[in-house]
């Protein structure tokens, strides 16, 4: 079993949708989590970080943690051409630094 | 705002060729990381390094070799490219030990004929 789980997707969704992205993960041991977006041909960037469960936001992106069913979740409201995309989502575990990352969801919003 | 640079975008070798792909980062981050990304494989960690001289495998360091000689630059060394060693090459630096966010750079894409 992989230590992170990821769709690949594509999902393809109209402009202004609410996207659900999500990851599973294996190990209880992983405490904090990190949402990445990669656009063709270029690296990855930090999009959204947390180490608790709950909800954080920050502007249309919403991540979300429940470590009791070992799931996290970003939600992109109000979707625009812009955000297509691929989305990694990235784990890794306090005093460790092998993050451990999903294979990405590619995700198209049509105009 | 953490910049991480590599030397070139795109790389064509041959097989048996030694390679050499280069990271810069301008943050005085003290932990560098190579991952290579495959499709439907996501990324895996090649080799990292914590400080200067030191380096530390990842999953995947069969037929690689890494050189941190300076705090801001980390090599990835191909000692004899293989076509299987095609693939996209991501480097990362992060600031310590106990703060996670990685910050990429644009990724080198080398194709080995």
């Known amino acids: 079993q992989k230590e992170v789980e990821q769709d690949p997707g594509p999902l393809s969704v109209p402009e202004g949708a609410i996207v659900s992205l999500n990851c599973t993960y294996s190990?209880?041991?992983?405490?904090?989590f990190m949402w990445y977006r990669q656009y063709s041909r270029k690296g990855p960037e930090l999009l959204m970080y947390?180490?608790?469960?709950g909800n954080k936001e920050d502007g249309r992106f919403t991540a979300q943690v429940d470590k009791s069913s070992k799931y996290i979740s970003l939600f992109i409201r109000d979707s625009q051409p812009s955000d297509s995309a691929t989305y990694l989502c990235?784990?890794?575990?306090?005093?460790?630094?092998?993050?451990?990352f999903g294979a990405g969801t590619r995700l198209t919003v049509k105009p | 705002d953490v910049k991480v640079t590599q030397s070139s975008r795109y790389l064509v070798k041959r097989t048996g060729e030694k390679v050499f792909l280069e990271c810069v980062q301008d943050?005085?981050?003290?932990?560098m990381f190579w991952y290579r990304q495959d499709p439907g494989l996501g990324l895996r960690l090649i080799y990292f390094?914590?400080?200067?001289?030191?380096?530390e495998k990842g999953d995947i360091p069969e037929g690689y070799s890494v050189s941190r000689e300076k705090k801001e630059r980390f090599s990835l060394i191909l000692e004899s490219a293989s076509t299987n060693q095609t693939s996209m090459y991501l480097c990362?630096?992060?600031?310590?030990?106990?703060?996670?966010?990685?910050?990429f750079g644009p990724g080198t894409r080398l194709t080995v004929l």
């Open positions: 190990n209880s041991a992983f405490q904090y």
């Open positions: 947390t180490y608790s469960s």
């Open positions: 390094s914590y400080d200067v001289k030191m380096k």
């Open positions: 990235a784990i890794t575990r306090p005093g460790r630094n092998d993050m451990r």
């Open positions: 943050m005085d981050h003290e932990n």
């Open positions: 990362a630096s992060s600031r310590d030990q106990r703060h996670y966010e990685q910050f």
